[in-house]
């Protein structure tokens, strides 16, 4: 979708529909808002007579088409809700309803009315990047494996109007950042969503080749020869029952500034979890070809950062793998040696992705000598079951890197939420006969033995871990209860997240 500015007034425009926000409305007053006088005379009046009926209402997810009498398309009242509840994120899901609402109806062009979902909080700044965030994520579909579409919105656009039109150069720049945000997480959508015949460990190496070769950054793709010469035991180990063999990948992007902080930004990668020798159950097995969404996640971030020229150093790395069962494979029992020479006994061969994580992240504190590590992964369905599927679990050893990544997550409207790592989940992955275990004998709080697990992995380096499980995907059931710009199949998950993180540590 392409997604500008235009200074004229949204109902003078040729767009095929205009989109008004519209708050909702309190007590019994029927008068029509000032906000909403433009709307209704490019409605010939056909707005104010619904208003006074009661037709129109403001309420979140309330969609009002008024086609107008002279032929110029349609005017769509979006509803945002009460306004003390107004956020950025009201504007960005209103905005996705409306893209959405527009699917093989006919509009190819769209105007949004600025002046209508601004309010409060909400300057007019941030309400142009949610408007240009929620329509661009809001129209994706993957298509690659249909044989026709619906066709929708090809472009938008951000009408000022008068009041506004002095602005249009700083928002324009707002905008036009955004939309390289949005259209990164497309891309990272649409590896994602690949099934596992095609996304192997393999083929995630050659699209970080790809990457690098386009941008100009230094990747390095270890096979599974060398990630045995390495001691990478987790890698090697995870990924031997397959006849798709393991890779580490690094994507190196070199900052914006001489000086900047190195950020390490670590991804699982598991191509498909069978669960192993320990195998899963049958039903909604076909989901985890998304257990590879925190490495396809980096790559995204990776992309964003080198496009937007951020001024930390990026180290991006992508521990990749297929966890099948077959005579190769690894076993409960088994006791595995990582990078940095700490021993993992196996006690549930489907806790895989810590064990692969384990190289990852040994290696990067080693080699890189980061300033933080972040690690993204869809790690436990513990994580579903403490915060549900429209919210991410943080973990994290240092409180300044915690806080500027919710302070990320509140701008982004990609939610995280941090909990707690104590001694008493330290001790639970202590292991009788290796350095530590990846699974443990009570099945509690297994989002945060698993963080603890990881924290063996990174030393004294200020670390977070995002547990992403419930986020990193919608399937036709979870779909009804997430905003309508996180469509069916990959959501692209923390890319806009640490993006923004890393926009910020920049500025700071």
Not at 55 to 64: I, P, S
Not at 164 to 173: G, I, M, V
Not at 200 to 211: C, G, K, Q
Not at 344 to 363: F, H, K, M, P, Q
Request: proline fraction near 4%; aromatic fraction near 6%; charged fraction near 25%.
């Amino acid at each position: 979708m392409k997604f500008g500015v235009d200074r004229r007034e949204a109902t003078s425009s040729s767009a095929d529909a205009v989109a008004v926000g519209v708050f909702e409305v309190e007590g019994k007053d029927d008068r029509l808002p000032p906000s909403l006088a433009l709307a209704d005379k490019a409605s010939g009046g056909l707005l104010a007579a619904a208003w006074k009926r009661r037709e129109v209402r403001g309420k979140k997810r309330e969609l009002t088409v008024l086609h107008r009498p002279d032929g110029r398309g349609r005017i769509l009242l979006v509803g945002l809700g009460a306004r003390p509840q107004f956020t950025p994120d009201t504007v960005r899901r209103a905005a996705a309803d409306v893209v959405r609402s527009l699917r093989a109806k006919g509009a190819r062009t769209l105007a949004y009315q600025l002046g209508s979902f601004v309010d409060g909080i909400v300057t007019a700044p941030f309400a142009a990047r949610a408007l240009a965030d929620g329509s661009i994520l809001g129209a994706y579909e993957f298509l690659r494996y249909r044989t026709s579409t619906e066709g929708g919105v090809e472009e938008a656009s951000v009408h000022l109007g008068e009041e506004r039109s002095a602005e249009e150069r700083s928002l324009t720049a707002d905008v036009a950042e955004q939309t390289i945000i949005a259209e990164n997480v497309l891309w990272t959508r649409d590896i994602a969503n690949l099934p596992a015949d095609t996304a192997t460990p393999e083929r995630l190496a050659e699209e970080a080749r790809a990457l690098g070769k386009s941008l100009g950054l230094k990747v390095t793709v270890f096979d599974e020869k060398q990630l045995a010469k390495m001691g990478c035991g987790g890698l090697v180990a995870v990924g031997g029952g397959s006849s798709h063999p393991p890779r580490l990948v690094i994507l190196e992007y070199p900052g914006g500034t001489r000086r900047g902080r190195t950020v390490a930004v670590v991804g699982k990668g598991i191509t498909f979890d069978s669960g192993g020798i320990s195998l899963k159950p049958g039903p909604r097995m076909a989901e985890m070809k998304f257990d590879k969404s925190g490495a396809v996640a980096v790559l995204g971030i990776v992309r964003a950062a080198a496009t937007l020229k951020v001024a930390p150093r990026v180290i991006g790395v992508m521990c990749c793998a297929e966890n099948l069962p077959s005579g190769t494979a690894y076993r409960p029992g088994d006791v595995v040696r990582t990078y940095n020479q700490k021993t993992i006994e196996i006690l549930n061969t489907d806790a895989e992705g810590r064990v692969v994580l384990a190289d990852g992240l040994g290696y990067v504190v080693d080699q890189f000598h980061p300033d933080e590590v972040i690690d993204l992964a869809t790690l436990t369905g513990a994580q579903v079951v403490a915060l549900g599927d429209d919210m991410a679990g943080l973990v994290s050893t240092d409180d300044r890197l915690a806080g500027g990544l919710l302070a990320a997550s509140a701008a982004t409207g990609e939610p995280v939420w941090r909990m707690p790592l104590t001694d008493y989940h330290r001790e639970m992955v202590k292991s009788e006969l290796a350095d530590v275990r990846n699974s443990t004998e009570l099945t509690v709080a297994g989002m945060l033995t698993a963080s603890a697990f990881l924290e063996t992995f990174v030393g004294k380096t200020p670390w977070a871990h995002i547990d992403m499980a419930g986020v990193s995907w919608v399937n036709p059931v979870t779909r009804k209860y997430q905003p309508s710009y996180q469509s069916l199949g990959a959501t692209g998950f923390g890319v806009r997240l640490i993006t923004r993180y890393l926009q910020d540590l920049g500025r700071s």
